[in-house]
């Protein structure tokens, strides 16, 4: 893969970040339970770090680029996406921020699959670990709030 090539790739990983924080920017906004317009305004933030920390591998060469390995437990996978409201409940709110982490760690998964180039392969994999870090992260966030009996 050549430079430009990881440019853009990194740039379009860049856009999805500032997506995320738009929207979790939005629901903030818009909640009005104090915990969920905490908890998306966290997640804005974190997309927000998401987006510095790809802008800084912009700075670096593509072989460079190495993320520790995460597991996925799915535990969101088969939850049903609950519809976007105003006054919708925490959990709500986590669902759909681990549906919006699955798609984008799918996508970049789907990307590694059909990279004809090694270091693209490398590079999506990379990007998708990231996202699934992401996803691990509120899942787990959600497991504490679903199961509270649980530890």
């Given at each position: 893969?050549?430079?430009?090539?990881?440019?853009?790739?990194i740039?379009?990983?860049i856009?999805?970040?500032?997506e995320?924080?738009?929207?979790?920017?939005?629901?903030?906004?818009?909640?009005?339970?104090?915990?969920?317009?905490?908890?998306?305004?966290?997640?804005?933030?974190?997309?927000?770090?998401?987006?510095?920390?790809?802008?800084?591998?912009?700075?670096?060469?593509?072989?460079?680029?190495h993320?520790?390995?995460?597991?996925?437990?799915?535990?969101?996978?088969?939850?049903?996406?609950?519809?976007?409201t105003a006054?919708?409940?925490?959990?709500?709110?986590?669902v759909?921020?681990i549906?919006?982490?699955?798609?984008?760690?799918?996508m970049?998964?789907?990307?590694?699959?059909?990279?004809?180039d090694?270091?693209q392969?490398?590079?999506?994999?990379?990007?998708?670990?990231m996202e699934?870090?992401?996803?691990?992260?509120?899942?787990?966030?959600?497991?504490?709030?679903?199961?509270?009996?649980?530890?």
């Amino acid at each position: 893969m050549n430079h430009d090539q990881f440019k853009k790739i990194i740039s379009d990983a860049i856009n999805c970040e500032i997506e995320a924080f738009n929207f979790y920017r939005s629901v903030s906004e818009k909640v009005k339970d104090k915990g969920l317009k905490e908890l998306f305004g966290e997640l804005a933030g974190e997309e927000e770090k998401h987006r510095t920390t790809l802008e800084g591998l912009l700075r670096i060469a593509p072989e460079k680029f190495h993320f520790s390995p995460s597991q996925d437990y799915k535990v969101g996978d088969a939850l049903p996406t609950p519809p976007l409201t105003a006054d919708m409940k925490p959990l709500e709110g986590l669902v759909i921020a681990i549906k919006k982490e699955l798609e984008a760690m799918q996508m970049y998964t789907q990307l590694a699959k059909t990279a004809a180039d090694e270091s693209q392969k490398t590079l999506f994999s990379e990007l998708a670990s990231m996202e699934r870090g992401h996803k691990s992260r509120l899942e787990d966030i959600y497991t504490d709030m679903a199961f509270p009996e649980v530890w």
